[in-house]
């Protein structure tokens, strides 16, 4: 008899029990029980593979570009550590050139053909309205970082949460720290002449109206307008003035509203709204303008002027060490949200392994008080993918080209006597929240 048919034959216990010990046919079963075991060892030290699905190609490029870095630092950290539980994270990587169709079929790549546990991205709320639905169909976790998540319908938010702590009504809620510091009753508003535009200045409004305050007029003029003085000059018309001015837009947009004031002279305090929260884009501020404008922001922008006392400091500096040594670069608050984009989905891996679904579950379910590198943490639930107290943001300044700590939000709600449910009830109004 051959040695493979004898082999074959001695697979039942039963018949291996018949063999005298240290016989050929024993040795040969404990090899191949031995190939068996190496095969699940190897199979257990496959890679887990995460997506990162960004946008690289227009006006929000910059945000891409530090996100990216930030979830890398992340995904070095462990596999320069031995990966998780021996597993090290292959990371693929496409750009959705700002396209949500593009975005939508890259999604359906990664998830189908690539297998990957979960996505980061995308990041462009303009890119991922157009493709929201599909993290659902494909039933594979997406960790977004759009602002304004909350145009995101409903029904597709139970497979897309959001990374940023201080999205566009966050900083609205800067209004508080208006009439609280600097008692600012009346204010004017000018916003983007757009989708986005007309819903912040709906907050904004309806804020202040919250807060006691009056909001005289809200105007808009097309995010391409560098020319804003029209906007301006009739806000600084308003009778009575005007005591505090609201300015929505990312990019030259912002920083030219900002500056022409001056010219148009709205000379009152400025609470700035978008993603101009970046050096490269607040560098053309003026001095003069810079210290009376205030916006919303995560901690790791300011860490360096932060109270010693903070809650959050040390996590805070010690992310903005890291990316400094690392990138040989100034962190940004959307280095951090990278960074926190890739902790959440790692945490969950971490814990309930790299299935799409159990990773979903545990981050919607059972991740709490997770410390994020913005400085903050949060606890999201099926019903809010934000999970954070949008009042848990500082409040800063600009001077010397930086962003310089002012105080905390939350200190002036407490102040003005706002409770948890006017703020619970606003962000379900604007659908920060699910039903």
């Keep these: ?26 040795s040969l079963a404990f090899a191949a029980m031995a190939a068996l075991g190496l095969c699940s060892a190897a199979q257990a030290q496959e890679p887990i593979k995460l997506g990162i699905l960004l946008t690289h190609v227009g006006p929000t490029a910059i945000f891409a570009r530090y996100e990216d870095k930030g979830a890398r630092m992340r995904i070095d950290e462990v596999n320069r550590a031995g990966g998780i539980k021996g597993r090290r994270i292959e990371v693929i990587g496409y750009d959705t050139e700002g396209k949500p169709d593009r975005a939508g079929t890259l999604f359906r790549r990664l998830a189908q053909e690539d297998k990957v546990s979960a996505v980061i991205g995308p990041d462009s709320i303009y890119v991922l309205l157009g493709m929201s639905s599909v993290p659902t169909e494909s039933k594979v976790f997406s960790m977004a970082a759009p602002g304004n998540y909350e145009l995101v319908p409903m029904k597709d938010r139970q497979w897309v949460a959001s990374a940023w702590t201080a999205n566009g009504y966050t900083m609205v809620l800067g209004l508080a720290w208006l009439k609280d510091k600097l008692r600012v009753g009346r204010v004017g508003m000018l916003t983007t002449a757009d989708s986005i535009g007309e819903m912040i200045g709906r907050e904004a409004t309806d804020t202040a109206k919250m807060l006691g305050m009056e909001m005289v007029q809200v105007l808009a003029q097309p995010a391409s307008d560098r020319d804003l003085l029209p906007s301006l000059t009739k806000l600084n018309g308003m009778k009575p003035g005007i005591e505090g001015l609201v300015v929505f837009g990312s990019g030259p947009y912002g920083t030219i509203a900002m500056n022409q004031t001056d010219l148009a002279g709205v000379n009152v305090p400025i609470l700035y709204i978008g993603g101009n929260i970046i050096p490269e884009l607040i560098k053309d501020v003026t001095p003069e303008t810079g210290k009376r404008t205030f916006l919303t922001v995560a901690r790791n922008v300011v860490a360096d002027t932060l109270p010693a006392s903070d809650p959050y400091i040390a996590a805070a500096k010690k992310f903005n060490a890291d990316y400094q040594a690392k990138y040989k670069e100034t962190p940004t608050q959307p280095s951090a949200v990278g960074y926190d984009m890739a902790s959440t989905v790692i945490d969950a891996i971490e814990n309930v392994g790299s299935d799409p679904v159990k990773i979903r579950d545990y981050i919607y379910t059972k991740q709490k008080d997770f410390p994020m590198a913005q400085g903050i943490r949060t606890n999201r639930t099926p019903s809010d ?40 009830e606003q962000m379900r109004r604007f659908k920060m929240l699910a039903d």
């Design 385 to 424: 993918a934000y999970g954070i107290d949008p009042r848990d943001v500082v409040v800063a300044s600009i001077e010397g080209g930086r962003f310089v700590f002012k105080g905390y939000l939350k200190d002036s709600y407490k102040a003005l006597g706002i409770k948890d449910e006017a703020i619970t």
């Design 1 to 26: 008899m051959s040695t493979t048919a004898r082999t074959d034959r001695i697979v039942p216990s039963d018949r291996t029990s018949r063999h005298a010990p240290g016989s050929r046919i024993s």
